[in-house]
């Protein structure tokens, strides 16, 4: 009886052994990437655009976001002479008590009169992961009443081809 008691604490030690901390395999950091942010908008101004939104809740994969660091605010603005690559405007914080509701916002300045304008908000974690985008937020700058639309963002290369 001893035997069997000493053989089964020896088996259970040395399994403890081998799982030591570890809950589950390692995902890859496009599972562990946070999804996209909630509610975007823009709020068109007489000289700005004001984009709101609400954090992720979650990862790509459905996960609860351990941690969310930071916003990158990006735009493209289609006129010529002026790259059509997307660029970053501004570097957004989050406020750790206040991630599930709260409603973020940045004011863009620099826009000018009939000018189309794109933007793209891009939740970053704390291991420097970065969201990918569902939606790409465009607007016609006339001032208060510019014409605002959310259009579904493409990665390039990754087009529907059906």
Do not use: H
Request: glycine share 6%; net charge negative.
């Amino acid at each position: 009886m001893k035997l069997i008691r000493s053989s089964i604490i020896v088996l259970l030690l040395t399994l403890s052994l081998f799982a030591c901390g570890r809950k589950s395999q390692p995902k890859p950091p496009e599972e562990r990437a946070p999804a996209p942010v909630r509610e975007a908008k823009i709020e068109p101004r007489s000289s700005s655009l004001v984009l709101k939104w609400k954090a992720p809740i979650e990862t790509a994969s459905g996960d609860e976001i351990l941690y969310l660091d930071t916003f990158d605010v990006l735009r493209k603005v289609n006129r010529k002479n002026v790259s059509p690559d997307y660029r970053e405007i501004a570097v957004i914080n989050v406020k750790e008590d206040e991630v599930s509701d709260f409603e973020y916002q940045f004011e863009d300045r620099e826009v000018e009169l009939g000018t189309v304008y794109e933007y793209l908000i891009v939740p970053r974690d704390g291991e420097g992961i970065e969201g990918v985008p569902q939606l790409s937020l465009r607007v016609s700058f006339l001032g208060a009443g510019s014409l605002v639309e959310s259009i579904p963002f493409v990665v390039e290369g990754e087009e529907d081809t059906k």
